[in-house]
């Protein structure tokens, strides 16, 4: 049986969606939305400039992945993660990410690991010019980094999963430095234990990236909001 080949109008529509797909999510990951923002069809037809159609199957897709949500009555909004979730997808990532570190340790290449220097100096350079936007981007191309080095598909598939940039445009503490004091050191922290290939020094290192990220966020602030707002039973309010 012959296989059948895709016709070029039905190849040109797939890649609309997958372009529109990908500058869309990239939009999400960098807070280009707030939190819970509710997006329309014809906002993102002119955003994205394609088709309403395209744009569906977009939302469908992010809304799968777990970037969106969509309710009747509500239409498609951006996520919103309460302090039990935010909290669970930090503490996977923290798992998650010192697992591939490890693995990073053990596979790197030499290439890869002058990729890896090349954007701690970008790093350092953006954190001197107070380019807050520019020193996030290097971050998660860091991040990114490491996990290509790890050579561990599934496992990296999972951290993508997580959505952890929307918990962190989520739950940020406005009124603090960023990037936070420590930041650069531990990301060189990372590298140095990377480049000696020591699987163990680099899983500790990015543990501890990972969990001082965590605890910079808003998350005590708000369970406590929360608490008073929603009392756990038996309990009652203050007058």
Sequence with gaps: MSEVTPRP???????????????????????????????????????????????????????HEGYLTSEPNRGVRTRVFTVDEALAVLEAREVLESALARAAAERVTDLELEALARTCDQMRAAEYARNAAEYSRLNREFHRQVRAAARQPILSGFVDALVYPLVMRQYRDLTTRHPRADSLSEHLAILAAVQTRNPAASAAAMRHHVSSARRALLLNTHRAAEQTEHPPAGEKRGR
């Design 9 to 63: 109008e039905d190849q040109s529509s797939a890649s609309r969606v997958d372009k529109a797909y990908h500058d869309l999510r990239s939009r999400l990951l960098s807070g280009h939305f707030a939190p819970n923002a509710r997006l329309t069809e014809a906002e993102l037809t002119s955003l994205l400039d394609v088709s309403r159609g395209t744009v569906r199957s977009v939302l469908v897709r992010l809304a």
